[in-house]
């Protein structure tokens, strides 16, 4: 085990953060803002790669353009869904839990019906393979990586700097006194559950190109995208960006030395002793009292 295999399992796991962080954006936003367990999240990235696949694939739309109509067509379906479904249910754990568990099911049988059990490929973008001395890396996974900043940064601006971010933050905070200074919370509500699922649509799409198309894409994603917020804090960005360093580097550095079965079942152990000790998670942001 010399130190250029161990150098390039960081460089892999360093890569894997950053998608584990994309595809955990809108888990943040729905389980931090709204308080609201979305079961349906995977569910939303399957969707999302079967947009990619469409878009880019087969309808030969640029790729960047796919991104930016998958989060669109994401974020309406997530405002339909909120204002038809999930209004229904806030401060309703169970109801909720089984009402996005029933959405996911919904999705992955119609993905199913639709488009059968066969495996769709989708190209990625950039095919080369950049060198930095002895280490090695995809240039789409750097892509990748670039994608997830640009997502992060644009989700805490939004948060942070704009008029709507800011009633999203007063919702969350105090939802009465932000009702009695004339704020509609409803449109608040329907257009952050949204944006939690127009970022999931995004993840999906971005990463359809690194692994097969179907319709049980989502379910390889539902333990480490819940252990990755849940560890890093289920309202804090920067939190999640840590959790996924922490997390990808551990079981791209074990699967070296073991299996990655192996490796996924220590990161997960240690991800609940961490939250067993820190049930707020390692990073969690203080609000005003």
Same mark, same amino acid.
């Given at each position: ?13 360093? !890569? ?7 595809? !955990?954006? #809108? ?22 790669? $079967?947009?990619? $696949? ?6 030969? +739309? ?5 991104? *930016? ?76 990586? #670039? *994608?997830?900043?640009?997502? /992060? ?34 449109? =608040?509500?329907? *257009? ?20 097969? =198309?179907?319709? &049980? ?12 917020? %849940?560890?890093?804090? %289920? ?31 220590? +990161?997960?152990?240690?991800? *609940? /002793? =961490? ?8 990073? &969690? ?5």
């Amino acid at each position: 085990m010399n130190s250029v295999y161990i150098g390039q399992l960081i460089v892999s796991g360093i !890569s894997s953060s950053f998608i584990l962080l994309l595809t !955990s954006l #809108g888990l943040i936003i729905i389980m931090g803002y709204m308080k609201v367990v979305n079961l349906a999240h995977t569910s939303m990235l399957m969707a999302g790669a $079967y947009l990619c $696949y469409f878009l880019y694939q087969v309808a030969h +739309v640029p790729f960047v353009l796919t991104l *930016i109509l998958s989060y669109l067509l994401s974020f309406a379906f997530g405002a339909v869904i909120e204002r038809v479904i999930i209004c229904h249910f806030y401060g309703k754990m169970a109801e909720t839990l089984l009402a996005t568990y029933a959405l996911s099911i919904i999705l992955n049988q119609t993905a199913l019906l639709l488009f059968g059990k066969n495996y769709k490929q989708v190209a990625a973008p950039v095919k080369t393979v950049l060198y930095f001395g002895p280490f090695y890396i995809e240039a789409y996974r750097l892509i990748i990586c #670039g *994608i997830a900043v640009i997502a /992060l940064l644009g989700t805490m601006l939004f948060i942070n700097r704009t008029p709507m971010g800011r009633k999203i933050r007063s919702t969350t905070q105090n939802r009465t006194m932000t009702e009695c200074l004339g704020i509609d919370t409803r449109k =608040v509500d329907t *257009i952050t559950f949204a944006h939690g699922m127009g970022l999931a649509g995004l993840a999906g799409a971005a990463i359809a190109p690194l692994s097969t =198309v179907t319709y &049980t894409l989502g379910d390889s994603w539902l333990t480490n995208t819940f252990m990755n917020v %849940v560890m890093g804090g %289920v309202s804090s960005m920067l939190g999640t960006l840590a959790s996924s360093f922490l997390i990808q580097e551990s079981i791209s550095l074990l699967s070296g030395f073991a299996s990655s079965v192996t490796a996924q079942i220590v +990161v997960l152990l240690f991800v *609940i /002793l =961490v939250v067993r000790i820190k049930p707020e998670g390692l990073f &969690t942001p203080k609000e005003r009292r």
